[in-house]
């Protein structure tokens, strides 16, 4: 698969803003040599591309920690700003608006964790898929058959990465899509662990340690998503019960390849954390790196 997407220039920052079409974006990580895989959500898209051209620049390690730290003064900016509405005074200390500006940048980080955690999640997944397609003898076999002839059971589980791909894939080159967006990005509310760090550093209790800040919230796709919403899973059961394992085998081996550079992208990110946000850059690397190969 070739493509000709113009080089990404974006301004600084995580989450920037180009003149380049979706489509041409997901061209361009998926043809750069440092990349090589297609993020299955808009967030992810950009978090990667502005990863990439920081990486062009300067070493991967000082550009990282520069656009971190852009982000942290953005936020602390915006923390001193606020006033309370009654008095007029700032509803903050430089103090307290530099933590929150820590627990900023740590929800970035923890973004992160979770692009390397759906690689992870989805290698072992798609290698059963894998196998179930390449045992079958029969090519015009549906999904759904191949599965049961297996035995194998959650086939749809196994199934759902691969048509994500697939759609990405078809989204890329301009083809029809499913009736939604397949690049969406769900995300999931956790227990405020950051706001507890902050209140709990406030009240005199021990010193603000930003290694320590656990996520707040979980980003993903939602074709990987614990439960899936009704489309999203009537579509899927559709193509589970219709698609032909002979038109799979080349997507299923791409799909690899494409998961592999995806977990080895966002591992190398982690690994290149250093400075304020090392400490915790490693805890997130140790926390997903429980399942698969990449």
Not at 14 to 26: K, Y
Not at 127 to 144: D, F, H, Q, T, Y
Not at 268 to 277: A, I, K, P, Q, S
Request: net charge neutral; proline share 6%; charged share 25%.
């Amino acid at each position: 698969m070739t493509h000709n997407a113009p080089r990404l220039n974006p301004p600084p920052g995580f989450f920037s803003t180009d003149a380049l079409n979706t489509p041409e974006r997901l061209a361009v990580l998926h043809d750069d040599p440092h990349a090589g895989f297609l993020p299955p959500t808009y967030l992810e898209i950009n978090q990667a591309l502005t990863i990439l051209d920081y990486a062009d620049e300067v070493p991967l390690k000082r550009g990282l920690h520069q656009g971190l730290m852009e982000i942290y003064d953005h936020q602390k900016k915006l923390y001193q700003r606020k006033e309370n509405e009654e008095t007029g005074k700032p509803l903050h200390s430089s103090h307290q608006a530099g933590i929150l500006a820590h627990l900023a940048v740590a929800s970035v980080l923890h973004t992160f964790g979770d692009h390397l955690a759906d690689a992870r999640t989805v290698y072992p997944r798609l290698s059963v898929m894998r196998k179930v397609v390449g045992e079958r003898i029969n090519p015009n076999l549906s999904v759904a058959a191949a599965f049961n002839d297996a035995g194998i059971e959650r086939g749809i589980e196994k199934f759902a990465p691969l048509q994500r791909y697939v759609d990405i894939v078809r989204y890329m080159i301009g083809q029809k899509m499913p009736g939604f967006d397949p690049l969406r990005t769900k995300t999931e509310r956790l227990a405020r662990v950051g706001s507890g760090a902050y209140s709990h550093t406030q009240s005199g209790g021990e010193r603000f340690n930003v290694s320590n800040v656990l996520a707040n919230k979980h980003v993903g796709s939602y074709y990987t998503a614990p439960k899936l919403d009704k489309q999203l899973a009537d579509y899927l059961s559709f193509m589970f019960e219709t698609v032909a394992i002979g038109d799979l085998v080349d997507d299923c081996d791409k799909v690899l390849v494409d998961v592999r550079n995806r977990g080895k992208f966002w591992r190398r990110v982690l690994d290149n954390v250093g400075y304020t946000y090392n400490d915790l850059a490693s805890t997130i690397v140790a926390t997903r790196i429980g399942e698969g190969k990449p």
